[in-house]
């Protein structure tokens, strides 16, 4: 259950971020098979805030997204890379119908988000770090337009903090601690706050739950309470 919790609270944060600057679908289903894709974001060109960092780096063009709570498998990661092929021959049928041909500025990006992953996952798919993204974000073959985004690797910055609020153990704590340090003209800070709360409060619903659970479940107690009260 807690999976089902998490991939929620995940969804919420990119429809949160997202919806004001672009069309972004949740449980998006591909037509030429059954599948479901966790998140999908088209720009609609509306200039993206510098405070979204990273994020807004991820998504100049049409970028599908796989969050995943536990390390993602090299199975899982197979699976999300026949999604985002079945998304681009979609988008070349659509063109061949419009009688031309889909250029590549409109083919997407995957971006598989994991808290953690082995130096063996990622060097079975030939994963590598790019300089121009910093650490934690690994990019397979060039034509394949896919990262993996090791979640507990990024660097703990401004510009990562809307990633790194859906990692796990400490990484998730510290983030947490930074978003409530914001200044209260933060465009994304309450709409984030609420998100946690309610994540919160599905953790605390559950019949059993982890030592992390009961963690974030303490640590969001007081957050929730003070702010109210400064409501």
């Given amino acids: 259950m807690t999976r089902f919790i998490h991939d929620k609270f995940s969804k919420d944060c990119f429809e949160t971020l997202l919806s004001p600057y672009g069309e972004i679908e949740v449980g998006k289903s591909i037509t030429s098979e059954?599948?479901?894709?966790?998140?999908?974001?088209?720009?609609?060109?509306?200039?993206?805030?510098?405070?979204?960092?990273?994020?807004?780096?991820?998504?100049?063009?049409?970028?599908?997204?796989?969050?995943?709570?536990?390390?993602?498998?090299?199975?899982?990661?197979?699976?999300?890379?026949?999604?985002?092929?079945?998304?681009?021959?979609?988008?070349?049928?659509?063109?061949?119908?419009?009688?031309?041909?889909?250029?590549?500025?409109?083919?997407?990006?995957?971006?598989?988000?994991?808290?953690?992953?082995?130096?063996?996952?990622l060097r079975s798919f030939k994963a590598d770090s790019d300089t121009k993204w910093g650490n934690g974000v690994y990019w397979l073959a060039e034509a394949l337009q896919t990262a993996i985004v090791v979640i507990h690797q990024l660097p703990e910055t401004p510009e990562t903090l809307w990633l790194r609020l859906l990692g796990r153990g400490g990484t998730k704590t510290r983030a947490i601690n930074e978003l409530e340090a914001l200044p209260a003209n933060n465009p994304f800070k309450p709409a984030l706050l609420e998100l946690l709360y309610n994540f919160s409060k599905h953790l605390e619903a559950k019949s059993r739950t982890s030592q992390e659970d009961r963690r974030i479940i303490m640590q969001l107690a007081p957050l929730y309470q003070q702010d109210r009260e400064q409501a």
Avoid: H
């Fill in 34 to 121: 059954i599948k479901e894709i966790d998140v999908w974001f088209k720009p609609s060109g509306v200039e993206m805030p510098s405070e979204l960092g990273l994020l807004a780096q991820f998504c100049p063009t049409l970028t599908l997204f796989e969050p995943y709570r536990n390390p993602v498998t090299r199975d899982q990661i197979k699976e999300c890379l026949s999604k985002v092929l079945a998304v681009e021959e979609e988008l070349k049928r659509e063109a061949k119908r419009q009688t031309r041909s889909l250029s590549d500025a409109e083919k997407p990006f995957l971006y598989i988000l994991t808290p953690t992953a082995s130096q063996r996952i």
